[in-house]
Nanobody, 119 residues
Framework: QVQLVESGGGLVQPGGSLRLSCAAS????????MAWYRQAPGKQRERVAH???????NYADSVKGRFTISRDNAKNTVSLQMSSLKPEDTAVYYC?????????????WGQGTQVTVSS
């Protein structure tokens, strides 16, 4: 059974930094695109950043220049380095991974981790 476990959320002051990590485990054969989404109260879930298996990245305009997504293919992990955080970055952050496992090709979500930016 595939599992995604996230870590690294918390409370940070405006202008501060946080690093989120997500580790995939289970009978995984291949990992394709890995991404981070976020959902703020009363808003729809939005994609923040994604990274392809070849390392190509894409970011939402709201986080360009402040967030960096990376992956470690040997460890099946994806990370999101967040800098210059703003109150509007407050949300629950979810990792999302497309992969092939013993159950075929599927998309998986992490459990979510709260990021709160406040003074």
């Amino acid at each position: 059974q595939v599992q995604l476990v996230e870590s690294g959320g918390g409370l940070v002051q405006p202008g501060g930094s946080l690093r989120l990590s997500c580790a995939a485990s289970g009978s995984i054969f291949s990992i394709y695109t890995m991404a981070w989404y976020r959902q703020a109260p009363g808003k729809q879930r939005e994609r923040v950043a994604h990274i392809t298996s070849g390392g190509n990245t894409n970011y939402a305009d709201s986080v360009k220049g402040r967030f960096t997504i990376s992956r470690d293919n040997a460890k099946n992990t994806v990370s999101l380095q967040m800098s210059s955080l703003k109150p509007e970055d407050t949300a629950v952050y979810y990792c999302n991974v497309g992969l092939r496992s013993d159950r075929g090709v599927n998309n998986y979500w992490g459990q979510g981790t709260q990021v709160t930016v406040s003074s």
